[in-house]
């Protein structure tokens, strides 16, 4: 999956669980002007999704409430991340069309208007006690 996306690693884990997938992004100087006091060197913005994470619980969620297909659950957890159509295509192998097709299937069973707003609802869902 991160081998599809440029930039992006899968880091391992020992105990066997489904691997992180990281993606560093560049950002421009003066990003943050707190930072300005510290000192003025390169910055970064690091994105580690975890596959075994409460995404995936609060998408099953949302799978069993509005109905979502297992294809529209897969998009839903990378939407939910606030990943791009195009990230979340090339994560999946999946061409945009396809992944366009099912966020506005996300989008019209759950009653949004947008990625953004589905964001919000999928990280709104409560999990089960005791995960994260």
């Not at 969620?61 to 195009?86: D, H, M, N, W, Y």
């Not at 097709?101 to 006690?129: D, E, I, N, Y």
Request: net charge positive.
């Amino acid at each position: 999956m991160a081998a599809q996306l440029p930039g992006a690693v899968q880091i391992l884990r020992p105990s066997g669980l489904s691997p992180y997938f990281a993606q560093v992004t560049p950002l421009p100087p003066n990003s943050f002007v707190a930072w300005d006091s510290a000192d003025s060197g390169a910055r970064v913005l690091l994105q580690i999704v975890d596959a075994e994470s409460r995404a995936i619980a609060q998408a099953e969620q949302l799978r069993r409430i509005f109905s979502l297909t297992a294809a529209e659950t897969k998009v839903a957890v990378l939407v939910g991340c606030g990943f791009s159509v195009p990230e979340t295509a090339r994560m999946l192998a999946l061409s945009p069309n396809t992944v366009k097709t099912h966020t506005a299937r996300l989008l019209s069973k759950t009653g949004v208007r947008s990625q953004a707003a589905f964001a919000r609802l999928m990280a709104s869902v409560p999990t089960r006690p005791g995960r994260s």
